[in-house]
Structure formats: structure tokens, C-alpha cells
């Protein structure tokens, strides 16, 4: 049996879901996309859950990304629709949850796995973290990437980050204003459970939730149907 790629753990009213494919610095497949939809729906509706902490196993990645050698018996623009439906699933989810969600990131956080926690209501960060959008490199558009880094950082920091394919370190982004703290990796649990016990979950904070966030849902959606065009393109050109 496969060990869960994603492990839930309750902590005095916080849900930690821990991202676990340490084989693949936690790159997200589709079993992963699934479990982390279904356990935000049940944190949702468990009133003892008060705050939910997105995290990873391990010290040295946050999330690698799409798993790219899933669907490899698919034609790629058919494997490339089904890693954005998959991933627009899961930010969605994330974006709709109706508690506090915070992203305690450690290591690197590449391409759709730097959307998870952009896609979080606040981002602690520890010294190594590290966020790149490498797509632009690879010659593949991103404009769901855009439109997370733009929502939380800017457009300028869009534009370095996106257009430019330089990766951010923990430090800069705390500059920038879109990571909240920045600790030593030893100490980074600890800060990120004295910041969840700050929040509360209630009905207010998810009113204002979908308020803030339906502007930056529905460009999401259209961000998505945008990278879809773009792939139609690529594909029929052969390139």
C-alpha cells in the first residue's frame, strides 16, 4: 500500500495537513490534489478545527510542483489540461475555505506549488525558503501564476518573479510585504502555531473571506482558460 501523501494532524484546534511525497520533494500528483481537496472540506465542517496550517515533511522543499512524469502516457496537451484542471480544483479549494489557512513554508516552493501558498491566507516562511516560477525558462506561459503572484505581491513583484523566472528568497519576500515572517527552520513550527492561535474561525472572517477573494476567483478561472488557449496554440504550431 502506498504510504498518504498528505498527513493530517489536530494540534489544540489547528489541522496541520502536512504535504508528504518526500520521493518527489512533495510534487503534486493527482492522488495528492484530491486528498488535500477532500481534507480542506472536511476541516471545513469540523467545528473544532479553528485555523488549518498547509506544511510539508521535511525541511528541504515545500512543493516541487506539477508532478511532470504523471500522465506521461498522454498526449501532452491532454496531460497538460489535466494537471490545470487538477490545480485549479485545489486553488479554488483553497481560496473557498472558510477558516483561517496559513502556509508555513520551508525550502522550495516551485511553480504550482508556490500557488498553494500564495493561495493561503498568510505565508510563514523559514530562512531557506525559496519561491520560482520557472515556466517563462521553459518557454511555457503562466497565467495563473501571474494572477496568484499579482493578487498577493504585485504586479511589479509579478513581473520579476513570472516574466522574469527569478526565484524569491524568504527575506525578500518578507520585504515585499506577501510572506509574513521569517524564522530559522527550527523554530518556524513554533512560530507558525502561535500565529495559528491568533485566529479564529467564525462566521464574519468567512464573509469577509469570499468577499476579498471573488474578484481574484473568477480572473483565476480566466487565467486558467487563458494557459488552456496558449497550450491549443503551442500544441497545433508543433512547438
Known amino acids: 500500500m502506498n504510504p498518504s501523501p498528505l498527513l493530517p494532524e489536530d494540534r489544540e484546534g489547528v489541522r496541520w495537513l502536512q504535504l508528504h ?15 488535500l481537496q477532500a481534507q480542506l472540506k472536511i476541516a471545513s465542517e469540523d467545528p473544532q478545527v479553528q485555523c488549518v496550517v498547509l506544511s510539508s515533511t521535511g525541511a528541504k522543499a515545500f512543493c516541487a ?3 511532470l512524469k504523471e500522465f506521461s502516457e498522454m498526449p501532452p496537451q491532454a496531460a497538460a489540461l489535466r494537471r490545470r484542471h487538477l ?8 481560496m473557498d475555505f472558510p477558516k483561517p489557512l ?6 522550495a516552493a516551485v511553480g504550482a506549488g ?44 509579478a513581473q520579476t518573479l513570472v516574466q522574469g523566472g527569478q526565484a524569491c528568497g524568504a527575506e525578500l519576500a518578507h520585504s515585499q510585504g506577501w510572506v509574513k515572517a521569517v524564522n530559522p527552520g527550527e523554530r518556524l513550527a513554533e ?8 485566529q479564529a474561525a467564525s462566521a464574519g472572517y468567512a464573509t469577509n473571506k469570499v468577499w476579498l477573494h471573488a474578484p481574484w476567483r473568477e480572473r483565476l478561472i480566466a487565467a486558467a482558460e487563458a494557459a488552456t488557449r496558449a497550450d491549443v496554440a503551442k500544441y497545433q504550431n508543433g512547438t
Open 87 to 94: 490545480l485549479l480544483s485545489t486553488l479554488l479549494a483553497l
Open 102 to 107: 496559513i502556509a508555513q513554508v520551508g525550502g
Open 114 to 157: 508556490a500557488m498553494l501558498a500564495l493561495a493561503c491566507d498568510d505565508i510563514l516562511a523559514a530562512s531557506n525558503a525559496r519561491f520560482h516560477f520557472p515556466e517563462i525558462s521553459l518557454g511555457m506561459a503562466s497565467p495563473m501564476g501571474c494572477l496568484m503572484v499579482e493578487w498577493r505581491a504585485g504586479a511589479r513583484v
Open 191 to 198: 512560530a507558525t502555531f502561535g500565529l495559528a492561535h491568533t
Open 65 to 67: 510542483g506539477a508532478d
Open 21 to 35: 511525497r518526500p520521493q518527489s520533494a512533495h510534487a503534486l500528483d493527482e492522488a495528492l490534489h484530491l486528498a
